[in-house]
T-cell receptor, first 113, second 116 residues
Framework: NAGVTQTPKFQVLKTGQSMTLQCAQD?????MYWYRQDPGMGLRLIYY???????DKGEVPNGYNVSRLNKREFSLRLESAAPSQTSVYFC????????????FGSGTRLTVV | AQSVTQPDIHITVSEGASLELRCNYS??????LFWYVQSPGQGLQLLLK????DTLVQGIKGFEAEFKRSQSSFNLRKPSVHWSDAAEYFC????WGTGTASKLTFGTGTRLQVTL
């Protein structure tokens, strides 16, 4: 099993450009998440989705939008990138029930210049 | 709201020495607690988890953690560190609600350096 797959792995954007980060999981998990990781700040939740067709804001949603396209895929869109969005982005998924924890993708390193 | 504190930003230990990484949490009910490890340029890998039962939990790679409700702590330990354990370690606390997605809150991480 591939687990959680994120694309692209690296991306450089100019301020104001838009892009979509893709995430797909093949574990039949209902819940999916987007986190950003910044030095000294740990991981912060951007958006999450409890099931296909539903999305909710996390701790730092401003400047982002998400789409839960189907059960497998959960994309994160930056409409107008800003330097403050330079970060490493992680997608994760979770089997129903709190005791399983999350499975993480390998991350997308985004630089906005 | 839940929160996690990892008071040590950076720890250096010698190979073969014991290790303890501290984690304190704040949560209004019985928490789900996790430790994850992240090697450079990689995603996060689950080391171990606690959600009920025995307060001493065993994980992968020889790690263990002890849940102490009275101290709101979930410290990670390893009796003898290997050079390959050098990585960043994250503690996380989870909130699960009926009919809603779980949400994990992470600490800021502890970077472990291992000297030979």
């Amino acid at each position: 099993n591939a687990g959680v797959t994120q694309t692209p792995k690296f991306q450089v954007l100019k301020t104001g450009q838009s892009m979509t980060l893709q995430c797909a999981q093949d574990m039949n998990h209902n819940s999916m998440y987007w986190y950003r990781q910044d030095p000294g700040m740990g991981l912060r939740l951007i958006y999450y989705s409890a099931s296909e067709g539903t999305t909710d804001k996390g701790e730092v949603p401003n400047g982002y939008n998400v789409s839960r396209l189907n059960k497998r895929e959960f994309s994160l869109r930056l409409e107008s990138a800003a330097p403050s969005q330079t970060s490493v982005y992680f997608c994760a998924s979770n089997k129903d029930g709190g005791e399983y924890g999350y499975t993480f993708g390998s991350g997308t390193r985004l630089t906005v210049v | 709201a839940q929160s996690v504190t990892q008071p040590d930003i950076h720890i250096t230990v010698s190979e073969g020495a014991s290790l303890e990484l501290r984690c304190n949490y704040s949560y209004g009910a019985t928490p789900y607690l996790f430790w994850y490890v992240q090697s450079p340029g990689q995603g996060l890998q689950l080391l171990l988890k606690y959600f009920s039962g025995d307060t001493l939990v065993q994980g992968i790679k020889g790690f263990e953690a002890e849940f102490k409700r009275s101290q709101s702590s979930f410290n990670l330990r390893k009796p003898s560190v290997h050079w390959s354990d050098a990585a960043e370690y994250f503690c996380a606390v989870g909130a699960w609600g009926t009919g809603t997605a779980s949400k994990l809150t992470f600490g800021t991480g502890t970077r472990l350096q291992v000297t030979l």
